[in-house]
């Protein structure tokens, strides 16, 4: 597995890849997850990582690319990768997002090994919000093409939602059969914290991911001012491994930085503040088509969500969330002030979203989707695309 991000990390991308190369090393899978220098120790593990050499002045850990990730970091992972692959030639070389997938494709010989590229997001809406010294149109446009260019390249694709699949095949970047839904599975930790759930000493709304302009991070503090016009005794809890800098004036501009708390928590510090929370909140207008690891992790809780309708994975409003339309900090701040009024609705969908997760999504049935991907690039008796999609439906796939 190529990983050109932090690893072991607790936000999206490294959470997929950690808990996959898991499951499959567990299930007898000899996993090699090849790295960046960055990244946590997290003890014995049923895979090997390999990382690039130290590169002791550069220690960001935030999502998106940067010149020295991409023309330094890079550099020496391919290097790293090349190294790998001699010491232990692998069957498959399995690709997260476009680093990943040109740095395997720089390494095949006669189509051998085969490379699978892992789809977990789409860079036409992404990349505009990274910071690169160029136009927002210029990065949308940079990542329409490599959306539509690269993934074809790979042997398969595996695609981490329906929606990331049916784009990807409007775009005619890859052929039908070519790829899989395979979904993320849900930390069992979570579905015990979401049974145990105790009540907070005050009413709390919180968010738990990175502080990256796509996460809307702005949207959700002007949404908060006007939660706290109708309760003012509602704080708003930040569960994050970010920075808070970028968005500090505009929370102290808009009366709201003391009821703000900025909270820096592992998973195991996180679990009881997502199980107590009264509200959990996905303000991210549109995820790319990708399928946002906080929800799987507020609904593990059996936490309250509303979350913005372009990155609702896996949600149906009124059943396992709140789902609100567009992206106006508005409807974001009516859908909360519906889930603290209303606390029967609120329970009721929280203890829906846990009920489904616990039944529907594992990183076991992850590993089972993948490896019959794996089968059938390797010419193995494992089911055809549109066959191997139809569990993920029902197990660990798409809403």
């Not at 049923?46 to 935030?62: D, G, K």
């Not at 010149?67 to 020496?76: G, I, S």
């Not at 051998?112 to 860079?123: C, G, K, M, Q, S």
């Not at 695609?159 to 970047?173: H, Q, Y």
Request: glycine fraction near 10%; include cysteine; hydrophobic fraction near 45%.
């Amino acid at each position: 597995m190529v990983a050109a991000c932090p690893f072991p990390w607790p936000r999206g991308t490294p959470i997929r890849i950690f808990r996959m190369a898991e499951a499959l090393g567990r299930r007898g899978h000899d996993v090699h997850v090849v790295t960046y220098h960055l990244g946590e120790d997290v003890g014995h593990l049923p895979f090997r990582i390999h990382r690039i050499p130290a590169v002791p002045a550069y220690r960001r850990v935030s999502p998106g690319p940067t010149y020295v990730k991409l023309l330094l970091l890079n550099a020496l992972l391919r290097l790293k990768l090349g190294s790998v692959v001699r010491s232990h030639p692998p069957d498959v070389i399995h690709a997260h997002h476009y680093e990943g997938l040109v740095l395997g494709l720089s390494l095949r010989s006669r189509g051998r090994p085969p490379v699978i590229y892992d789809a977990h997001t789409l860079l036409a809406s992404e990349l505009p919000f990274y910071r690169l010294g160029l136009t927002r149109r210029v990065k949308g446009a940079v990542g329409a093409v490599l959306d539509r260019r690269l993934p074809g390249r790979a042997a398969h694709v595996i695609a981490v939602s329906e929606s990331i699949r049916a784009t990807l095949l409007e775009l005619r970047a890859c052929s039908p059969d070519d790829v899989t839904v395979v979904g993320n599975g849900v930390e069992q930790a979570l579905l015990e914290a979401g049974r145990a759930a105790a009540a907070p000493p005050g009413r709390t709304v919180v968010f738990a991911g990175n502080t990256a302009a796509y996460q809307g991070i702005d949207l959700l503090l002007r949404a908060f001012r006007q939660v706290r016009d109708e309760h003012p005794d509602v704080r708003l809890l930040i569960v994050t491994d970010g920075r808070f800098d970028p968005y500090e004036a505009l929370a102290r501009e808009l009366g709201i930085r003391d009821a703000v708390e900025v909270v820096n928590a592992g998973f195991e510090e996180m679990l009881p503040l997502l199980a107590s929370a009264d509200v959990t909140v996905n303000p991210r207008p549109a995820s790319g088509g990708g399928s946002p690891q906080k929800l799987m992790n507020y609904m593990a809780a059996a936490a309250p969500i509303v979350s913005f309708e372009g990155s609702a994975a896996h949600l149906q409003h009124g059943n396992t969330a709140w789902i609100v339309g567009g992206r106006d900090a508005g409807d974001l701040a009516r859908g909360i002030l519906r889930m603290l009024d209303d606390r029967e609705l609120a329970s009721r969908l929280g203890e829906a979203a846990r009920r489904s997760v616990a039944e529907n999504y594992s990183w076991e049935r992850t590993a089972e989707g993948v490896e019959a991907v794996y089968s059938r690039v390797l010419g193995g008796t494992g089911s055809p695309a549109g066959e191997a999609a139809a569990p993920q439906r029902a197990g660990i796939g798409t809403p």
